[in-house]
Every structure is written in C-alpha cells, then in structure tokens.
C-alpha cells in the first residue's frame, strides 16, 4: 500500500527531469550505491529552501549529487551549495554530474571526513549557512548537530535524513552505532533551547524512515 501511495506522490510531485532520472538509474555503471534521496524528497528540499530564500546551504552526505543538484536549483544566482563527501569516487561522480547539470558554480564539492572539513567552514568564511541536509554517516549525528549549531543563525534550517531506519532507532540498545547516534542526535535535538524541531515518519519509494527538522532560534 504504502509503496502504491508513495508511486502516486511521486507521480504528480516529483517528476525528475532527464538528469536527475539518469543520476536515479547510474548506480550499477558508477558504483555508487542507489540511496539518493527520493524525488518527492527533492522536492520537500526544494520547497523549504525556496520558503527561507536561502542563499548558503550546506549539505554532509554527497553521495552522487542528488540532493545537492536538488537543492542548488532551489537557489538564487549566487547561491551556493557545500557539500562533504569522505568517498572521492562519490566526489569525482557528484563533480562529473554537476558539471552535466550546469551547475559547477553553484557546488562545491569538499573530499574528506566531514568531521575533518567542517572546521574550515568556521574559519573560511562560509558560515552561517541558511539551510544544512545531514545525510552522511549517522553514528556522526550529534557531533554534526553541534556543527551545524555553530554554523548556522537564527532563523537557519537543519533536515537530517534517515532517522527512523524501519522503525530501528526505537531500539535504545542496538548494536548499530548508527542508530545509537541517530538517538543521540534526536534526544539532543529535542532537547536544545536553541532549536526547535520535530521528526517526521515518512513511507514511499525509499521504504520506511523518517526526517528531522530543525528551526534554530536565538535560544529564547
Ligand atoms: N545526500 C545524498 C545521499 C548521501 S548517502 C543524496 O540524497 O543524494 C551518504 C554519503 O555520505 C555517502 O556518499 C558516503 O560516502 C558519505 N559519508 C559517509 N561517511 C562520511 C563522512 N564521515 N564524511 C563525509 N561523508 C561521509
Ligand atoms: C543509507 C544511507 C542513506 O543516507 C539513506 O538515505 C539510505 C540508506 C545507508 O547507509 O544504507
Ligand atoms: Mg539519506
């Protein structure tokens, strides 16, 4: 059932174009594993990027550039997308893809760890950032939270994907770092005066999982 609705959603919102379909459809040629976000998922970036005029987004989690070409087409001339990958295949297929989507002006690709890459954010002056996607390693989560914090303003928008996992983050005594740090992230998320945030279950075309969204605020 809930794969029939999640077909239909995608049928009347998340129309790709030809890119992003052959981005979908590269995985067995490139290598990089199909776990892109889903076109509706696209489109719920869009949407909010648009609904904050955000200019600087920050994305941890490159994969192929899915979400990053998502994303920079949700931007005003001059915008601009980061995006952290540890994988430089990942990188090399994302920059092949940027450049074929147009857009090599508006992503910039950084190859490392994040936890390596996300310091000269600080110091470089790319900060703060109007809109951050946590969607790479989720053992990071709380280390990524604490991040974004420090890189963002108020009025900033954190999404972090993935953080319901089939239902696997209810276990507060799994084995999966994964999922330990996906707990850690939303019990200190709900917990932080300095946001204010929900999760969201979703169902569809990605299986079942879930985002966390996050307004920061100036701690009031
Ligand atoms: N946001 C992408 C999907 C990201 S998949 C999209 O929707 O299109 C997760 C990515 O995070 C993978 O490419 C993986 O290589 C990368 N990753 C995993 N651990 C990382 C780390 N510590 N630092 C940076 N990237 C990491
Ligand atoms: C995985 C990672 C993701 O970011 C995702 O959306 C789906 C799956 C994974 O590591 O399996
Ligand atoms: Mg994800």
Same mark, same amino acid.
């Given at each position: ?32 594993? %199909? ?10 970036? /869009? ?28 931007? %005003? %001339?001059?915008?601009?997308?980061? =995006? ?9 297929? =994302?920059?092949?893809?940027?450049? /074929? ?17 996300? %310091?000269?954010?600080?110091? &470089? ?11 790479? &390693? ?37 084995? &999966? ?14 917990? &932080? ?7 969201? /279950?979703?169902?569809? =075309? ?15």
């Amino acid at each position: 059932m809930s794969d029939r609705a999640g077909d239909y959603i995608v049928g009347l919102f998340g129309a790709e174009d030809e890119l992003l379909a052959s981005l979908r459809e590269e995985a067995d040629r490139t290598g990089v594993p %199909p776990i892109a976000i889903s076109a509706d998922e696209g489109r719920l970036l /869009q949407v909010l990027l648009t609904a904050i005029n955000a200019r600087r987004v920050l994305e941890v989690g490159t994969l192929g550039g899915y979400s990053a070409i998502c994303m920079a087409r949700a931007l %005003p %001339p001059g915008g601009r997308v980061i =995006t952290l990958e540890s994988n430089r295949r990942h990188a090399e297929v =994302t920059r092949a893809n940027v450049a /074929q989507a147009g857009l090599t002006r508006l992503v910039d690709v950084r190859v490392g760890e994040a936890l390596d890459t996300l %310091p000269a954010l600080e110091a &470089d002056g790319s900060a703060p950032f109007d809109f951050i996607f946590l969607d790479a &390693d989720k053992r990071h989560n709380d280390t990524y939270l604490d991040w974004s914090l420090r890189l963002s303003r108020p009025g900033s928008v954190i999404v972090a994907d993935n953080v319901v996992r089939d239902g696997a983050v209810l276990d507060g005594d799994s084995a &999966d770092p994964d999922v330990a740090g996906i707990r850690r992230f939303l019990e200190r998320l709900s917990a &932080d005066p300095r946001v204010s945030a929900t999760a969201i /279950q979703t169902v569809g =075309t990605k299986g079942y999982d879930g985002f966390a969204l996050a307004l920061v605020g100036n701690g009031d």
